[in-house]
Protein backbone atom coordinates (compact mmCIF):
# COMPACT_ATOMS: atom_id res chain seq x y z
CA UNK A 1 0.00 0.00 0.00
CA UNK A 2 1.03 3.19 -1.12
CA UNK A 3 1.67 5.73 2.38
CA UNK A 4 -0.72 8.33 2.18
CA UNK A 5 -1.27 12.18 2.19
CA UNK A 6 -4.01 14.72 2.19
CA UNK A 7 -3.51 17.78 1.84
CA UNK A 8 -5.62 21.02 0.83
CA UNK A 9 -4.70 24.35 -1.27
CA UNK A 10 -5.61 27.48 0.70
CA UNK A 11 -5.05 30.94 -0.98
CA UNK A 12 -6.47 34.17 -1.55
CA UNK A 13 -8.64 34.78 -4.64
CA UNK A 14 -5.92 34.82 -7.70
CA UNK A 15 -2.98 33.74 -6.05
CA UNK A 16 -2.93 30.43 -8.39
CA UNK A 17 -4.72 27.70 -6.29
CA UNK A 18 -6.37 26.53 -9.51
CA UNK A 19 -3.67 26.68 -11.87
CA UNK A 20 -1.20 24.68 -8.84
CA UNK A 21 -3.46 22.07 -8.29
CA UNK A 22 -3.48 21.71 -12.30
CA UNK A 23 -0.13 21.63 -12.52
CA UNK A 24 0.18 18.65 -9.81
CA UNK A 25 -2.72 16.78 -11.42
CA UNK A 26 -0.10 16.92 -14.77
CA UNK A 27 2.87 16.02 -12.66
CA UNK A 28 0.95 12.97 -11.38
CA UNK A 29 0.78 11.51 -15.35
CA UNK A 30 -3.32 11.71 -14.96
CA UNK A 31 -3.23 13.69 -18.25
CA UNK A 32 -1.29 14.30 -20.66
CA UNK A 33 -0.31 17.73 -22.50
CA UNK A 34 -3.23 17.21 -25.01
CA UNK A 35 -5.69 16.11 -22.34
CA UNK A 36 -4.66 19.28 -20.48
CA UNK A 37 -6.78 21.89 -20.54
CA UNK A 38 -6.55 25.06 -18.22
CA UNK A 39 -8.23 24.46 -14.41
CA UNK A 40 -9.37 20.99 -14.60
CA UNK A 41 -10.34 21.09 -11.16
CA UNK A 42 -13.41 23.63 -11.68
CA UNK A 43 -15.37 22.46 -13.59
CA UNK A 44 -18.84 24.98 -13.64
CA UNK A 45 -18.72 27.96 -16.21
CA UNK A 46 -19.43 29.62 -13.18
CA UNK A 47 -16.55 28.86 -11.10
CA UNK A 48 -14.50 29.28 -13.88
CA UNK A 49 -15.94 33.09 -15.03
CA UNK A 50 -16.00 34.10 -11.26
CA UNK A 51 -13.03 32.25 -10.70
CA UNK A 52 -14.31 30.77 -6.95
CA UNK A 53 -14.98 27.37 -6.16
CA UNK A 54 -18.32 26.41 -5.64
CA UNK A 55 -18.56 22.79 -5.06
CA UNK A 56 -15.08 21.15 -3.49
CA UNK A 57 -13.45 18.48 -5.94
CA UNK A 58 -11.18 15.49 -4.60
CA UNK A 59 -9.06 13.83 -6.31
CA UNK A 60 -6.21 11.51 -5.68
CA UNK A 61 -2.41 11.91 -7.06
CA UNK A 62 -0.01 9.14 -7.34
CA UNK A 63 3.41 9.95 -6.44
CA UNK A 64 6.69 8.75 -6.57
CA UNK A 65 9.06 10.69 -4.26
CA UNK A 66 12.71 11.24 -4.53
CA UNK A 67 13.43 8.91 -1.83
CA UNK A 68 11.82 6.33 -4.20
CA UNK A 69 8.81 5.51 -2.06
CA UNK A 70 5.15 5.84 -3.62
CA UNK A 71 2.51 7.70 -2.51
CA UNK A 72 -0.99 8.07 -2.81
CA UNK A 73 -1.84 12.05 -2.32
CA UNK A 74 -5.18 13.11 -1.99
CA UNK A 75 -5.90 16.84 -2.69
CA UNK A 76 -9.10 17.77 -1.50
CA UNK A 77 -10.38 21.03 -2.63
CA UNK A 78 -12.32 23.55 -0.83
CA UNK A 79 -14.59 26.13 -1.69
CA UNK A 80 -13.77 29.58 -1.44
CA UNK A 81 -16.72 31.71 0.13
CA UNK A 82 -18.45 32.47 3.75
CA UNK A 83 -21.18 30.80 2.50
CA UNK A 84 -20.04 27.64 2.11
CA UNK A 85 -17.23 28.00 4.72
CA UNK A 86 -19.44 25.03 6.82
CA UNK A 87 -18.04 23.11 4.04
CA UNK A 88 -14.65 24.29 3.92
CA UNK A 89 -14.30 23.53 7.66
CA UNK A 90 -15.54 19.69 6.87
CA UNK A 91 -12.85 19.97 3.97
CA UNK A 92 -10.06 20.55 5.84
CA UNK A 93 -10.78 18.74 8.71
CA UNK A 94 -10.35 15.32 6.33
CA UNK A 95 -6.85 16.93 6.09
CA UNK A 96 -3.40 16.84 7.31
CA UNK A 97 -1.66 19.56 6.44
CA UNK A 98 -2.35 22.50 3.92
CA UNK A 99 -0.35 24.55 0.84
CA UNK A 100 -0.95 27.95 1.85
CA UNK A 101 -0.54 29.74 -1.52
CA UNK A 102 1.15 33.61 -1.82
CA UNK A 103 1.26 35.43 -4.78
CA UNK A 104 5.01 36.61 -5.29
CA UNK A 105 3.93 40.45 -6.21
CA UNK A 106 0.94 40.68 -4.47
CA UNK A 107 1.94 39.42 -1.12
CA UNK A 108 0.00 38.20 1.90
CA UNK A 109 -3.84 39.42 1.78
CA UNK A 110 -6.79 39.36 4.01
CA UNK A 111 -7.80 36.31 2.70
CA UNK A 112 -4.56 34.28 3.48
CA UNK A 113 -4.62 34.80 7.16
CA UNK A 114 -8.53 34.39 7.51
CA UNK A 115 -7.29 30.79 5.36
CA UNK A 116 -4.35 30.31 7.70
CA UNK A 117 -6.71 30.44 11.32
CA UNK A 118 -9.16 27.95 9.28
CA UNK A 119 -6.22 25.45 9.00
CA UNK A 120 -4.90 26.44 12.67
CA UNK A 121 -8.27 25.39 13.74
CA UNK A 122 -7.43 21.79 12.58
CA UNK A 123 -4.46 21.67 13.99
CA UNK A 124 -2.66 21.64 10.61
CA UNK A 125 0.44 21.41 9.11
CA UNK A 126 1.49 24.33 7.09
CA UNK A 127 3.77 24.60 4.00
CA UNK A 128 4.10 28.35 2.77
CA UNK A 129 4.52 28.56 -1.26
CA UNK A 130 5.54 31.27 -2.86
CA UNK A 131 3.57 31.43 -6.13
CA UNK A 132 4.02 33.46 -9.56
CA UNK A 133 8.15 33.71 -8.87
CA UNK A 134 7.93 34.03 -13.04
CA UNK A 135 6.51 37.74 -12.83
CA UNK A 136 9.02 40.62 -13.40
CA UNK A 137 7.28 42.21 -10.31
CA UNK A 138 7.99 38.88 -7.99
CA UNK A 139 9.52 40.25 -5.03
CA UNK A 140 10.29 37.27 -3.01
CA UNK A 141 12.23 38.69 -0.21
CA UNK A 142 9.52 41.32 1.01
CA UNK A 143 6.91 38.42 0.83
CA UNK A 144 8.97 36.02 2.69
CA UNK A 145 8.96 39.16 5.15
CA UNK A 146 5.68 38.86 5.41
CA UNK A 147 5.16 35.87 5.67
CA UNK A 148 7.40 35.77 8.92
CA UNK A 149 5.94 39.14 10.31
CA UNK A 150 2.19 38.92 9.45
CA UNK A 151 1.58 35.02 9.42
CA UNK A 152 3.90 34.14 12.03
CA UNK A 153 5.40 31.08 9.74
CA UNK A 154 9.17 30.38 9.40
CA UNK A 155 10.35 32.06 5.92
CA UNK A 156 13.04 29.16 5.95
CA UNK A 157 10.42 26.77 5.13
CA UNK A 158 8.94 28.97 2.50
CA UNK A 159 9.10 26.48 -1.22
CA UNK A 160 9.14 29.34 -4.17
CA UNK A 161 7.35 28.27 -7.42
CA UNK A 162 5.50 28.99 -10.46
CA UNK A 163 2.46 27.06 -11.28
CA UNK A 164 1.69 28.23 -14.67
CA UNK A 165 5.80 28.01 -15.83
CA UNK A 166 5.73 24.36 -14.00
CA UNK A 167 9.10 25.83 -11.71
CA UNK A 168 9.35 24.43 -8.64
CA UNK A 169 6.60 21.62 -8.91
CA UNK A 170 8.66 18.85 -7.56
CA UNK A 171 9.53 20.48 -4.63
CA UNK A 172 6.11 21.24 -3.57
CA UNK A 173 5.39 17.51 -3.15
CA UNK A 174 8.80 16.58 -2.05
CA UNK A 175 7.33 19.06 0.93
CA UNK A 176 4.09 17.31 0.74
CA UNK A 177 5.29 14.08 1.52
CA UNK A 178 7.85 15.20 3.86
CA UNK A 179 6.70 17.68 6.08
CA UNK A 180 2.96 16.59 6.41
CA UNK A 181 2.29 13.70 8.72
CA UNK A 182 0.73 10.34 7.21
CA UNK A 183 -3.02 9.67 8.82
CA UNK A 184 -3.68 8.17 11.89
CA UNK A 185 -6.96 5.94 12.60
CA UNK A 186 -6.52 2.23 12.33
CA UNK A 187 -8.59 0.17 10.07
CA UNK A 188 -8.95 -2.34 12.87
CA UNK A 189 -11.86 0.27 14.82
CA UNK A 190 -15.32 0.61 14.08
CA UNK A 191 -15.93 2.31 11.10
CA UNK A 192 -15.89 5.97 11.24
CA UNK A 193 -15.77 8.14 8.07
CA UNK A 194 -16.65 11.49 7.69
CA UNK A 195 -18.48 12.96 4.63
CA UNK A 196 -17.06 16.20 3.36
CA UNK A 197 -18.95 16.64 -0.07
CA UNK A 198 -21.55 14.43 -2.15
CA UNK A 199 -23.04 15.30 -5.20
CA UNK A 200 -25.74 13.19 -7.84
CA UNK A 201 -25.51 10.65 -10.15
CA UNK A 202 -28.28 9.93 -12.53
CA UNK A 203 -27.65 6.28 -12.54
CA UNK A 204 -26.18 5.37 -9.02
CA UNK A 205 -27.38 8.07 -7.24
CA UNK A 206 -25.61 10.22 -4.23
CA UNK A 207 -21.82 9.70 -4.74
CA UNK A 208 -20.54 10.51 -1.40
CA UNK A 209 -16.86 11.88 -0.75
CA UNK A 210 -15.53 11.10 2.88
CA UNK A 211 -12.45 10.67 4.30
CA UNK A 212 -12.08 7.04 6.23
CA UNK A 213 -11.07 8.28 9.59
CA UNK A 214 -11.18 4.53 11.19
CA UNK A 215 -11.99 1.06 10.47
CA UNK A 216 -12.68 -0.25 6.63
CA UNK A 217 -15.81 -0.20 4.37
CA UNK A 218 -16.63 -2.40 1.82
CA UNK A 219 -19.08 -3.45 -1.31
CA UNK A 220 -22.08 -5.18 0.67
CA UNK A 221 -21.64 -3.32 3.74
CA UNK A 222 -24.80 -1.84 5.54
CA UNK A 223 -23.68 1.52 6.38
CA UNK A 224 -25.21 3.93 8.87
CA UNK A 225 -25.39 7.87 8.77
CA UNK A 226 -25.10 8.90 12.42
CA UNK A 227 -27.27 12.29 11.68
CA UNK A 228 -30.64 10.11 10.93
CA UNK A 229 -30.28 6.91 11.18
CA UNK A 230 -30.58 5.88 7.19
CA UNK A 231 -29.15 2.39 6.79
CA UNK A 232 -27.98 1.89 3.49
CA UNK A 233 -26.24 -1.16 1.74
CA UNK A 234 -23.04 -0.10 -0.09
CA UNK A 235 -22.91 -1.13 -3.66
CA UNK A 236 -19.32 0.55 -4.87
CA UNK A 237 -16.61 2.11 -3.03
CA UNK A 238 -13.54 3.64 -4.72
CA UNK A 239 -11.29 6.92 -4.89
CA UNK A 240 -11.55 10.03 -7.16
CA UNK A 241 -8.92 9.56 -10.40
CA UNK A 242 -9.93 12.05 -13.22
CA UNK A 243 -13.03 9.91 -13.18
CA UNK A 244 -13.91 7.39 -10.23
CA UNK A 245 -12.00 4.46 -9.33
CA UNK A 246 -13.33 1.53 -7.90
CA UNK A 247 -11.76 -0.40 -5.46
CA UNK A 248 -12.43 -3.13 -3.40
CA UNK A 249 -12.34 -0.96 0.00
CA UNK A 250 -11.58 2.04 1.93
CA UNK A 251 -9.60 2.01 4.95
CA UNK A 252 -8.66 4.16 7.66
CA UNK A 253 -6.78 7.31 5.91
CA UNK A 254 -7.64 7.19 2.56
CA UNK A 255 -10.25 9.55 0.83
CA UNK A 256 -12.75 8.37 -2.04
CA UNK A 257 -16.33 7.68 -2.51
CA UNK A 258 -19.28 5.49 -1.41
CA UNK A 259 -21.72 4.81 -3.49
CA UNK A 260 -25.11 3.08 -1.84
CA UNK A 261 -28.09 3.40 -4.26
CA UNK A 262 -29.24 6.75 -2.42
CA UNK A 263 -31.49 8.48 -4.37
CA UNK A 264 -31.99 11.60 -2.64
CA UNK A 265 -29.18 14.01 -1.91
CA UNK A 266 -30.88 15.59 1.01
CA UNK A 267 -30.30 12.52 3.01
CA UNK A 268 -26.34 12.68 2.72
CA UNK A 269 -25.49 15.74 5.39
CA UNK A 270 -21.87 17.24 5.04
CA UNK A 271 -20.11 16.79 7.84
CA UNK A 272 -22.18 13.34 9.03
CA UNK A 273 -20.06 10.43 10.53
CA UNK A 274 -20.49 7.37 8.47
CA UNK A 275 -20.34 3.84 10.36
CA UNK A 276 -20.96 0.22 9.72
CA UNK A 277 -24.44 -0.92 10.88
CA UNK A 278 -23.46 -3.92 12.89
CA UNK A 279 -20.37 -2.23 14.41
CA UNK A 280 -21.13 0.94 14.89
CA UNK A 281 -19.03 3.74 16.27
CA UNK A 282 -20.67 5.38 19.62
CA UNK A 283 -19.65 9.11 19.27
CA UNK A 284 -20.06 11.05 15.80
CA UNK A 285 -17.03 12.45 14.17
CA UNK A 286 -16.38 16.07 15.67
CA UNK A 287 -17.80 19.18 14.24
CA UNK A 288 -21.68 17.98 12.61
CA UNK A 289 -23.94 20.99 11.89
CA UNK A 290 -27.13 20.42 10.34
CA UNK A 291 -27.19 23.21 6.93
CA UNK A 292 -30.21 25.28 7.03
CA UNK A 293 -31.13 27.75 5.12
CA UNK A 294 -31.33 31.20 5.86
CA UNK A 295 -32.02 33.76 3.37
CA UNK A 296 -35.50 33.32 1.37
CA UNK A 297 -36.57 34.32 -2.13
CA UNK A 298 -38.82 33.29 -4.60
CA UNK A 299 -38.94 32.38 -8.10
CA UNK A 300 -41.03 32.73 -10.95
CA UNK A 301 -40.76 31.68 -14.18
CA UNK A 302 -41.25 35.36 -16.36
CA UNK A 303 -43.75 33.42 -18.29
CA UNK A 304 -46.33 31.66 -16.26
CA UNK A 305 -46.77 29.00 -18.82
CA UNK A 306 -42.95 28.09 -18.17
CA UNK A 307 -44.36 27.24 -14.70
CA UNK A 308 -43.97 22.72 -15.05
CA UNK A 309 -40.97 23.30 -16.94
CA UNK A 310 -39.91 25.26 -13.90
CA UNK A 311 -41.11 22.79 -11.33
CA UNK A 312 -38.92 20.06 -13.64
CA UNK A 313 -36.07 22.29 -13.27
CA UNK A 314 -35.60 23.04 -10.00
CA UNK A 315 -35.88 18.90 -9.13
CA UNK A 316 -33.05 18.30 -11.15
CA UNK A 317 -31.37 20.71 -9.69
CA UNK A 318 -32.21 19.94 -6.42
CA UNK A 319 -30.89 16.92 -6.69
CA UNK A 320 -27.20 18.37 -7.61
CA UNK A 321 -27.18 20.85 -4.74
CA UNK A 322 -28.57 19.45 -1.28
CA UNK A 323 -28.37 23.07 0.36
CA UNK A 324 -31.50 23.95 -1.59
CA UNK A 325 -34.45 24.03 -0.21
CA UNK A 326 -38.29 24.85 -1.84
CA UNK A 327 -41.95 24.74 -1.87
CA UNK A 328 -45.15 25.70 -3.79
CA UNK A 329 -45.69 29.82 -3.47
CA UNK A 330 -47.76 32.36 -5.28
CA UNK A 331 -47.89 35.68 -5.89
CA UNK A 332 -50.49 38.28 -6.74
CA UNK A 333 -48.22 40.12 -9.48
CA UNK A 334 -46.15 37.22 -10.66
CA UNK A 335 -48.48 33.83 -10.36
CA UNK A 336 -47.17 30.42 -9.51
CA UNK A 337 -43.56 30.11 -8.28
CA UNK A 338 -41.61 28.35 -5.43
CA UNK A 339 -40.56 29.86 -2.35
CA UNK A 340 -36.80 28.73 -1.85
CA UNK A 341 -33.92 28.51 0.89
CA UNK A 342 -30.46 29.28 0.48
CA UNK A 343 -27.09 29.11 2.67
CA UNK A 344 -26.12 33.09 2.18
CA UNK A 345 -26.80 35.42 -0.84
CA UNK A 346 -24.40 34.09 -3.13
CA UNK A 347 -25.55 30.67 -3.07
CA UNK A 348 -28.77 32.18 -4.33
CA UNK A 349 -27.48 33.95 -7.26
CA UNK A 350 -25.35 30.75 -7.81
CA UNK A 351 -28.92 28.85 -8.08
CA UNK A 352 -30.02 31.80 -9.94
CA UNK A 353 -27.62 31.80 -12.32
CA UNK A 354 -27.59 27.77 -13.10
CA UNK A 355 -31.39 27.84 -13.62
CA UNK A 356 -31.10 30.35 -16.30
CA UNK A 357 -27.77 28.57 -17.72
CA UNK A 358 -28.06 24.96 -17.43
CA UNK A 359 -31.68 24.46 -17.00
CA UNK A 360 -32.57 27.30 -19.41
CA UNK A 361 -35.55 29.22 -16.95
CA UNK A 362 -36.39 32.36 -17.40
CA UNK A 363 -36.99 33.66 -13.83
CA UNK A 364 -37.67 36.42 -11.50
CA UNK A 365 -36.24 36.15 -8.36
CA UNK A 366 -37.84 38.50 -5.46
CA UNK A 367 -36.14 40.34 -2.35
CA UNK A 368 -34.25 38.26 -0.17
CA UNK A 369 -35.93 38.01 3.30
CA UNK A 370 -34.58 36.06 6.98
CA UNK A 371 -36.98 34.15 9.21
CA UNK A 372 -38.34 36.58 11.59
CA UNK A 373 -40.14 35.21 14.79
CA UNK A 374 -43.95 36.99 15.91
CA UNK A 375 -45.14 36.42 18.88
CA UNK A 376 -49.22 37.49 18.77
CA UNK A 377 -51.66 38.23 20.87
CA UNK A 378 -53.26 34.99 20.89
CA UNK A 379 -49.76 33.59 22.71
CA UNK A 380 -48.76 32.00 19.07
CA UNK A 381 -45.48 32.33 17.55
CA UNK A 382 -45.18 32.69 14.15
CA UNK A 383 -42.34 32.19 11.88
CA UNK A 384 -42.59 34.30 8.78
CA UNK A 385 -39.62 34.71 5.64
CA UNK A 386 -42.14 35.72 2.79
CA UNK A 387 -43.51 39.35 3.23
CA UNK A 388 -46.55 37.83 1.80
CA UNK A 389 -47.33 36.51 5.32
CA UNK A 390 -46.88 39.37 7.69
CA UNK A 391 -48.62 39.12 10.56
CA UNK A 392 -51.90 41.27 10.87
CA UNK A 393 -49.78 44.46 12.69
CA UNK A 394 -52.78 44.71 15.20
CA UNK A 395 -51.79 40.88 16.83
CA UNK A 396 -48.18 41.54 16.78
CA UNK A 397 -47.05 41.38 20.34
CA UNK A 398 -43.47 41.32 19.80
CA UNK A 399 -41.09 40.73 17.25
CA UNK A 400 -38.00 38.88 16.63
CA UNK A 401 -34.84 38.57 14.00
CA UNK A 402 -31.66 36.29 13.78
CA UNK A 403 -28.38 38.00 15.10
CA UNK A 404 -25.51 37.06 13.72
CA UNK A 405 -21.46 37.31 15.47
CA UNK A 406 -19.93 39.04 12.44
CA UNK A 407 -15.92 38.56 12.41
CA UNK A 408 -14.47 41.04 10.30
CA UNK A 409 -9.86 41.08 9.49
CA UNK A 410 -8.23 44.05 8.24
CA UNK A 411 -5.31 45.92 7.92
CA UNK A 412 -5.81 48.29 10.63
CA UNK A 413 -5.77 51.91 8.72
CA UNK A 414 -9.92 50.38 7.67
CA UNK A 415 -10.89 49.96 11.34
CA UNK A 416 -12.80 53.72 11.25
CA UNK A 417 -14.41 52.66 8.17
CA UNK A 418 -15.59 49.38 9.12
CA UNK A 419 -16.68 50.64 12.47
CA UNK A 420 -18.61 52.71 10.39
CA UNK A 421 -20.38 50.20 8.25
CA UNK A 422 -20.86 48.14 11.18
CA UNK A 423 -23.10 51.21 12.90
CA UNK A 424 -24.96 51.79 9.83
CA UNK A 425 -26.00 48.19 9.68
CA UNK A 426 -27.33 48.47 13.14
CA UNK A 427 -24.13 46.59 14.50
CA UNK A 428 -23.83 46.05 18.08
CA UNK A 429 -20.95 45.49 21.19
CA UNK A 430 -18.12 45.91 19.15
CA UNK A 431 -14.62 43.64 19.99
CA UNK A 432 -11.31 44.07 19.02
CA UNK A 433 -8.35 41.77 19.25
CA UNK A 434 -5.13 42.57 16.95
CA UNK A 435 -4.28 38.63 15.54
CA UNK A 436 -0.78 40.12 14.44
CA UNK A 437 0.69 43.20 14.00
CA UNK A 438 -1.24 45.39 11.67
CA UNK A 439 -3.99 43.81 11.64
CA UNK A 440 -7.39 44.00 13.42
CA UNK A 441 -10.46 41.71 14.40
CA UNK A 442 -13.28 43.24 14.53
CA UNK A 443 -16.30 41.24 15.84
CA UNK A 444 -19.84 43.02 16.30
CA UNK A 445 -23.18 41.39 17.11
CA UNK A 446 -25.14 42.50 14.30
CA UNK A 447 -28.77 41.65 12.35
CA UNK A 448 -28.31 39.43 9.69
CA UNK A 449 -31.13 40.98 7.60
CA UNK A 450 -27.89 43.65 7.35
CA UNK A 451 -25.62 41.48 5.96
CA UNK A 452 -27.52 39.61 3.30
CA UNK A 453 -27.88 43.19 1.05
CA UNK A 454 -25.19 43.49 -0.05
CA UNK A 455 -22.77 43.82 3.28
CA UNK A 456 -20.01 41.91 2.03
CA UNK A 457 -19.82 44.15 -1.30
CA UNK A 458 -19.81 47.19 0.57
CA UNK A 459 -16.88 45.56 2.91
CA UNK A 460 -14.99 45.36 0.05
CA UNK A 461 -15.04 48.88 -0.92
CA UNK A 462 -14.52 50.43 2.35
CA UNK A 463 -11.64 47.99 2.69
CA UNK A 464 -9.86 48.30 -0.59
CA UNK A 465 -10.62 44.76 -1.28
CA UNK A 466 -8.53 43.94 2.53
CA UNK A 467 -11.25 42.98 4.59
CA UNK A 468 -12.57 39.43 4.85
CA UNK A 469 -15.48 38.85 6.47
CA UNK A 470 -17.30 35.33 8.25
CA UNK A 471 -20.28 35.39 10.44
CA UNK A 472 -21.97 32.47 12.44
CA UNK A 473 -25.64 32.98 13.79
CA UNK A 474 -25.86 33.46 17.42
CA UNK A 475 -29.49 33.57 18.30
CA UNK A 476 -33.17 35.46 17.59
CA UNK A 477 -33.28 39.47 19.17
CA UNK A 478 -35.94 41.15 19.77
CA UNK A 479 -36.82 43.95 17.15
CA UNK A 480 -39.00 46.59 15.84
CA UNK A 481 -40.28 45.27 12.61
CA UNK A 482 -42.74 47.18 9.79
CA UNK A 483 -43.77 45.83 6.56
CA UNK A 484 -42.42 47.86 3.71
CA UNK A 485 -44.96 47.76 0.60
CA UNK A 486 -43.73 49.31 -3.00
CA UNK A 487 -46.71 50.82 -4.96
CA UNK A 488 -46.14 50.83 -8.46
CA UNK A 489 -48.59 53.64 -10.57
CA UNK A 490 -50.85 52.79 -7.41
CA UNK A 491 -50.29 48.92 -7.50
CA UNK A 492 -48.93 47.02 -4.67
CA UNK A 493 -46.62 44.46 -6.52
CA UNK A 494 -46.70 42.17 -3.63
CA UNK A 495 -43.40 40.57 -4.72
CA UNK A 496 -41.18 43.91 -3.96
CA UNK A 497 -42.59 44.23 -0.36
CA UNK A 498 -39.98 43.68 2.49
CA UNK A 499 -39.93 43.09 6.00
CA UNK A 500 -37.53 46.05 7.62
CA UNK A 501 -36.49 47.54 11.05
CA UNK A 502 -38.81 50.74 11.41
CA UNK A 503 -35.44 52.65 12.58
CA UNK A 504 -34.28 51.74 8.63
CA UNK A 505 -37.74 51.70 6.83
CA UNK A 506 -37.36 54.94 5.51
CA UNK A 507 -34.18 54.78 4.25
CA UNK A 508 -34.96 51.14 2.42
CA UNK A 509 -37.84 52.87 0.67
CA UNK A 510 -35.65 55.57 -0.68
CA UNK A 511 -33.51 53.29 -2.09
CA UNK A 512 -35.83 50.79 -3.50
CA UNK A 513 -37.92 53.90 -4.82
CA UNK A 514 -35.14 55.86 -6.25
CA UNK A 515 -33.35 51.79 -7.82
CA UNK A 516 -36.92 51.19 -9.36
CA UNK A 517 -37.18 54.71 -10.60
CA UNK A 518 -33.39 53.32 -12.63
CA UNK A 519 -34.75 49.97 -13.48
CA UNK A 520 -38.17 50.59 -15.13
CA UNK A 521 -38.44 52.23 -18.32
CA UNK A 522 -39.93 54.96 -19.16
CA UNK A 523 -43.86 54.84 -20.37
CA UNK A 524 -46.38 56.61 -22.57
CA UNK A 525 -47.45 58.09 -19.03
CA UNK A 526 -46.16 59.19 -15.66
CA UNK A 527 -45.37 56.49 -13.32
CA UNK A 528 -45.34 57.07 -9.46
CA UNK A 529 -42.75 54.90 -7.08
CA UNK A 530 -44.14 54.71 -3.67
CA UNK A 531 -43.29 53.45 -0.44
CA UNK A 532 -45.89 52.62 2.32
CA UNK A 533 -46.32 51.23 5.55
CA UNK A 534 -49.75 50.58 6.24
CA UNK A 535 -51.35 52.66 4.08
CA UNK A 536 -49.21 55.68 4.99
CA UNK A 537 -46.62 56.42 2.35
CA UNK A 538 -42.86 56.71 3.41
CA UNK A 539 -40.74 57.71 0.10
CA UNK A 540 -41.68 57.94 -3.61
CA UNK A 541 -40.32 58.71 -7.12
CA UNK A 542 -41.59 59.39 -9.94
CA UNK A 543 -40.89 58.34 -13.57
CA UNK A 544 -41.53 61.11 -16.28
CA UNK A 545 -43.63 60.26 -19.36
CA UNK A 546 -41.27 59.22 -22.56
CA UNK A 547 -40.26 61.74 -24.56
CA UNK A 548 -38.89 60.87 -28.23
CA UNK A 549 -35.08 62.24 -27.85
CA UNK A 550 -34.72 60.19 -24.50
CA UNK A 551 -34.70 56.87 -25.37
CA UNK A 552 -30.86 56.86 -25.13
CA UNK A 553 -30.96 58.06 -21.79
CA UNK A 554 -33.72 55.34 -21.25
CA UNK A 555 -32.29 53.41 -18.45
CA UNK A 556 -29.73 55.93 -16.61
CA UNK A 557 -27.36 54.81 -13.85
CA UNK A 558 -23.80 53.52 -13.89
CA UNK A 559 -21.51 52.27 -16.93
CA UNK A 560 -21.57 48.43 -15.60
CA UNK A 561 -25.18 48.55 -15.09
CA UNK A 562 -25.80 50.01 -18.84
CA UNK A 563 -23.16 47.54 -19.77
CA UNK A 564 -25.13 44.53 -18.14
CA UNK A 565 -28.76 45.90 -19.93
CA UNK A 566 -27.21 45.25 -22.92
CA UNK A 567 -25.53 42.22 -22.56
CA UNK A 568 -29.03 40.92 -21.36
CA UNK A 569 -31.13 42.71 -24.33
CA UNK A 570 -27.89 41.12 -26.50
CA UNK A 571 -29.36 37.69 -25.41
CA UNK A 572 -32.61 38.73 -27.07
CA UNK A 573 -33.99 38.47 -24.01
CA UNK A 574 -35.18 41.36 -22.51
CA UNK A 575 -37.42 39.91 -19.90
CA UNK A 576 -40.33 42.06 -18.63
CA UNK A 577 -43.43 41.50 -16.55
CA UNK A 578 -46.67 43.57 -16.38
CA UNK A 579 -48.01 44.91 -13.16
CA UNK A 580 -51.26 46.70 -14.22
CA UNK A 581 -50.02 49.27 -17.07
CA UNK A 582 -46.70 48.91 -16.32
CA UNK A 583 -43.97 46.66 -17.52
CA UNK A 584 -41.20 45.98 -15.34
CA UNK A 585 -37.74 44.24 -16.27
CA UNK A 586 -36.88 41.19 -14.66
CA UNK A 587 -33.77 42.87 -13.52
CA UNK A 588 -35.83 45.23 -11.13
CA UNK A 589 -36.80 42.48 -9.20
CA UNK A 590 -32.84 41.96 -7.86
CA UNK A 591 -31.77 45.03 -8.55
CA UNK A 592 -33.53 46.86 -5.38
CA UNK A 593 -31.20 45.15 -3.45
CA UNK A 594 -27.77 45.92 -4.99
CA UNK A 595 -25.04 48.42 -3.75
CA UNK A 596 -23.63 50.85 -5.85
P1 LIG B 1 -7.12 30.93 -7.89
O1 LIG B 1 -8.16 32.01 -7.82
O2 LIG B 1 -6.27 30.95 -6.65
O3 LIG B 1 -7.65 29.59 -8.23
O4 LIG B 1 -6.10 31.41 -9.04
P2 LIG B 1 -5.93 30.86 -10.52
O5 LIG B 1 -5.20 29.56 -10.52
O6 LIG B 1 -7.23 30.93 -11.21
O7 LIG B 1 -4.91 31.94 -11.08
C1 LIG B 1 -5.23 33.31 -11.16
C2 LIG B 1 -4.45 33.95 -12.28
O8 LIG B 1 -3.04 33.90 -12.01
C3 LIG B 1 -4.64 33.23 -13.62
O9 LIG B 1 -4.69 34.21 -14.62
C4 LIG B 1 -3.37 32.39 -13.74
O10 LIG B 1 -3.02 32.16 -15.09
C5 LIG B 1 -2.34 33.25 -13.05
N1 LIG B 1 -1.26 32.45 -12.46
C6 LIG B 1 -1.36 31.37 -11.67
N2 LIG B 1 -0.14 30.90 -11.33
C7 LIG B 1 0.76 31.71 -11.95
C8 LIG B 1 2.18 31.75 -11.98
O11 LIG B 1 2.91 30.94 -11.41
N3 LIG B 1 2.74 32.76 -12.71
C9 LIG B 1 2.00 33.70 -13.37
N4 LIG B 1 2.65 34.64 -14.05
N5 LIG B 1 0.67 33.67 -13.36
C10 LIG B 1 0.04 32.71 -12.65
MG1 LIG C 1 -9.61 28.94 -8.63
Known amino acids: MPSIRNFSIIAHIDHGKSTLADRLIQHAGLVDERQFHDQMLDTMDIERERGITIKSNTITLPYTGRNGETYALNLIDTPGHVDFSYEVSRALA ?65 ILCSAKEGIGIEDVLEAIVERIPPPKGSPSEPLAALVFDAHYDPFRGAVVACRVVDGVVRPGDLIRFLSNGAVHKVEEVGIFGLKRE ?51 SSIYPVSSDDYPSLADALEKYKLNDAALVYQKDSSAALGQGFRCGFLGL ?32 TAETVIVENPQYYPDPTRIVSAEEPFIRASILCPDRYMGAVMKLCSERRGENPRFSVPTPGRVEIVFDMPLAEVIFDFYDRLKTVTQGYGSFD ?19 GEKVDAL ?32 IQGAIGGKIIARSTISAFRKDVTAKCYGGDITRKRKLLEKQKKGKKRMKMVGAVSIPQSAFVAVLKAE
Open 94 to 158: SCEGVLLLVDASQGVEAQTIANLYAAMEHDLVVIPVINKIDLPSADVDRVKEEIENELALDSEQV
Open 346 to 377: LHLEIVQERLEREYDQSIIMTVPSVQYRFKLD
Open 471 to 489: YEIIEYRESNLAKLDILVN
Open 246 to 296: SRKSLSAGEVGYIIAGIKTVSDVNIGDTITLDRMPVEKPLPGFREVKPVVF
Open 497 to 528: SLIVHRDRAREWAVQVCERLKEEIPRHQFKIA
